[in-house]
């Protein structure tokens, strides 16, 4: 009876940790989820006309925004200021025509000029549009997105020290997460890969750098930017001198954890940088995460796991308290309840018995572990019995 007792207990056991694994499985890293796009949030090229632009020009103009942006997430809009003289992107600009205004998600602004003249040739007409959804940064980082962890951006100015710094910031953080890329939840082919723009290439990558939110404010700074998932920006722009490698070890780390942890998941759908994404992109995406983010019962999953309230509230940033740091809650208990006396409501004690005794579910349900998994135990006993009346009867 005894050894039919422990064989009970352990099937018992089994099962017990059997269920904790699955209530506590992770589908998704938090790198996975950056490549979903929820919501779309793409930005608005409106490209200014006016009398002075010719026909010829108009029709290049109108051509090249259908094909640049069919496959980036940039929507286009050709808007001839003489009969739409009062058109919202007009309040913004006042130099001359033909023109780019962008705007991005959060509703910034940036002017492009289209050639150098009224009447553009048609090479400068899609340079100056290829320019809002590719360059040459951004090729490099569309490369590496896939296979790589992140993709840190070192934006170079006019002092070398301060370009040598930001570079082995760069370095160090790499080397810290290559280090325990080995127990991530789910693998990544390679470590964060860095791409470097010059100082001498700050105009060609205009576009880019006021996407990110790169606003130089001494030609001497420099910039680390951290990018993850499908180009997008994670946490602050470092600026250096200032910045430090574990300010920036501290975001990447984040990169290759559960999305089902406690941290804030509402970053994790940062704003893109303007791109290309086209059916090329969309194979290597589902080869290299093994899951089509495209996928709209994916896409509602991750909705789902993204929106569901989360313990801490900060964006990745190197400030003390925040999700990259500590955060001190109060729970309900002696400290809580005078602020709950003040509401008239009633503050519920919570007890570390009650707080080990719950697992979070997939849909944000609690489920209780004692009642499971003393039914568990039951089933396994019952059984453990029914086999050893079976073997005395045999007997």
């Given at each position: ?15 017990l ?203 001497d ?14 946490g602050?722009?470092?600026t ?113 018995a ?24 039951l089933?396994?006993?019952?059984g ?8 005395r009867?045999?007997?």
């Amino acid at each position: 009876m005894l050894r039919t007792g422990k064989s009970a207990v352990s099937v018992a056991c089994s099962l017990l940790f059997v269920t904790a694994g699955v209530a506590w499985a992770c589908k998704y890293s938090v790198r996975d989820v950056a490549f979903v796009d929820i919501l779309p949030q793409p930005y608005h090229a409106y490209i200014h006309v006016n009398a002075e632009t010719s026909p010829e020009a108009r029709a290049e103009i109108a051509s090249a925004a259908a094909a640049v942006f069919l496959d980036a997430n940039v929507t286009g809009e050709v808007v001839d200021l003489d009969a739409h003289a009062n058109h919202p992107s007009a309040r913004e600009v006042s130099r001359p025509a033909p023109r780019i205004v962008l705007e991005s998600p959060d509703g910034r602004v940036m002017s492009l000029p289209i050639g150098r003249g009224a009447d553009p040739s048609a090479d400068e007409v899609w340079a100056a549009i290829e320019a809002v959804a590719t360059s040459r940064a951004r090729r490099q980082v569309r490369r590496r997105m896939f296979d790589a962890h992140s993709v840190i951006l070192v934006v170079e100015g006019a002092a070398a020290d301060a370009n040598r710094r930001a570079a082995r910031i760069a370095q160090e953080a790499t080397t810290r997460v290559e280090g325990g890329m080995d127990a991530l939840p789910k693998p990544i082919a390679k470590p964060p890969h860095t791409v470097v723009i010059p100082a001498d290439r700050a105009a060609e990558e205009a576009v880019l750098l006021w996407s990110l939110g790169v606003v130089r404010a001494h030609d001497d700074d420099a910039y680390v930017v951290a990018l993850f998932g499908r180009m997008r920006r994670l946490g602050d722009v470092l600026t250096v001198p200032g910045a430090t490698e574990d300010a920036l070890y501290k975001m990447l780390d984040l990169v290759g954890q559960d999305c089902e942890c406690t941290l804030d998941r509402s970053w994790m759908q940062g704003m893109m940088l303007p791109h290309y994404w086209d059916t090329q992109d969309e194979a290597r995406a589902l080869d290299s995460l093994a899951f089509d983010p495209g996928n709209p019962l994916v896409i509602a999953e991750v909705s789902r796991i993204v929106n569901r309230p989360s313990i801490l509230t900060d964006a990745p940033t190197d400030s003390v308290g925040g999700s990259l740091g500590y955060t001190e809650l109060a729970i309900a208990g002696e400290e809580a309840r005078p602020a709950a006396r003040a509401q008239g409501q009633t503050a519920t004690p919570v007890s570390h018995a009650d707080t080990s005794s719950v697992v979070v579910a997939d849909d944000g349900a609690t489920l209780p572990i004692g009642p499971t998994a003393a039914a568990i135990v039951l089933m396994a006993l019952g059984g453990g019995a029914f086999v050893f009346v079976r073997s005395r009867r045999a007997s």
